[in-house]
Antibody, heavy 122, light 106 residues
Framework: EVQLVQSGAEVKKPGESLKISCKGS????????IGWVRQMPGKGLEWMGI????????RYSPSFQGQVTISADKSTSTAYLQWSSLKASDSATYYC???????????????WGQGTLVTVSS | DIQMTQSPSSLSASVGDRVTITCRAS??????LAWYQQKPGKVPKLLIY???TLQSGVPSRFSGSGSGTDFTLTISSLQPEDVATYYC?????????FGGGTKVEI
């Protein structure tokens, strides 16, 4: 059974750093792109970027380029999303999701993590 | 970048009604279009991919159509459990942009 299990909710202060995780299981982690999606409170889904764990090839949305870093550790089948200096506007739920087509950047998401709520407040 | 525009942003319909949601791409994307359903407080769920292919396990009252720039998601007979926000997503090329969402209420 394919599963993506994300790390737990975080409460941080502005300016702090953060790294959240997404652990894949039940499939060949290195062969499928993993994406990150932001959902701000009461708002829609925003595509942030994707990573290919096989070689760490990463693509970002222009809106998020330079604001976050996406990485992956294929030895632990885990993808990461990190911030070096959080802002209050980063408060949101972040989902990881698996691209459905082996090796393809252009693919829809067939499996989703449960979401990680990040709250940034002084 | 290609923009995805959904309409309407919200709608209210009765049980048993036929509901249609539209998604328009700012450039042609062939049939590289997916639809997701997100129920309140839940994780998004894939409904349709390749514009018209139903994901396994999705009720047949859901259907998708379109190609190029104009796409539709249709619920043939709205059920109470269909209350959700629906999103389209293009996957023709990165960035894999989502539409703004359509909230469906009863």
């Amino acid at each position: 059974e394919v599963q993506l299990v994300q790390s737990g909710a975080e409460v941080k202060k502005p300016g702090e750093s953060l790294k959240i995780s997404c652990k894949g299981s039940g499939y060949s982690f290195t062969n499928y792109w993993i994406g990150w999606v932001r959902q701000m409170p009461g708002k829609g889904l925003e595509w942030m970027g994707i990573i290919y764990p096989g070689d760490s090839d990463t693509r970002y949305s222009p809106s998020f380029q330079g604001q976050v870093t996406i990485s992956a550790d294929k030895s632990t089948s885990t993808a990461y999303l990190q911030w070096s200096s959080l802002k209050a506007s980063d408060s949101a739920t972040y989902y990881c999701a698996r691209s459905s087509i082996v090796g393809a950047t252009g693919s829809y998401f067939d499996y989703w993590g449960q979401g990680t709520l990040v709250t940034v407040s002084s | 970048d290609i923009q995805m525009t959904q309409s309407p942003s919200s709608l209210s319909a009765s049980v048993g009604d036929r509901v249609t949601i539209t998604c328009r791409a700012s450039q042609g994307i062939s049939n590289y279009l997916a639809w997701y359903q997100q129920k309140p407080g839940k994780v998004p769920k894939l409904l349709i991919y390749a514009a018209s292919t139903l994901q396994s396990g999705v009720p047949s009252r859901f259907s998708g159509s379109g190609s190029g720039t104009d796409f539709t998601l249709t619920i043939s007979s709205l059920q109470p459990e269909d209350v959700a926000t629906y999103y389209c997503q293009k996957y023709y090329s990165v960035p894999l942009t989502f539409g703004g969402g359509t909230k469906v209420e009863i």
